[in-house]
Nanobody
Framework: QLQASGGGLVQAGGSLRLSCAASGRTFSSYAMGWFRQAPGKERDFVAGINWSGGSTYYADSVKGRFTISRDIAKTTVSLQMNSLKPEDTAVYYC????????????????WGQGTLVTVSS
């Protein structure tokens, strides 16, 4: 129901744009988030956006470099990633939630399958 795409291999300092498309059900009333998980590490919050797109939230590690947005129809959520660093390498997941803090993966009800981002130094 959530399909993440846009990952790939990029050099440090480069950019990638991830997309998360909804299908099979509407997520227009859901807040959305992006998480990432590096090998051997926990799944960490990256960015979140409320249902209207009017409020956004970011992990300190990506503030000023990443931008989360959603389209007017609220069928796609994007994560623009600029000035990428090797430590941004991870599998990135999009997710949808209806309540609770944006920052905890346990509060999300639906998950995409993940897309791999690799940043080379």
């Amino acid at each position: 129901q959530l399909q993440a795409s846009g990952g790939g291999l990029v050099q440090a300092g480069g950019s990638l744009r991830l997309s998360c498309a909804a299908s099979g059900r509407t997520f227009s009333s859901y807040a959305m988030g992006w998480f990432r998980q590096a090998p051997g590490k926990e799944r960490d919050f990256v960015a979140g956006i409320n249902w209207s797109g009017g409020s956004t939230y970011y992990a300190d590690s990506v503030k000023g470099r990443f931008t989360i947005s959603r389209d007017i129809a609220k069928t796609t959520v994007s994560l623009q990633m600029n000035s990428l660093k090797p430590e941004d390498t991870a599998v990135y997941y999009c997710a949808a939630r209806t309540s609770g803090s944006y920052y905890y993966w346990e509060n999300y009800d639906y998950w995409g399958q993940g897309t791999l981002v690799t940043v080379s130094s």
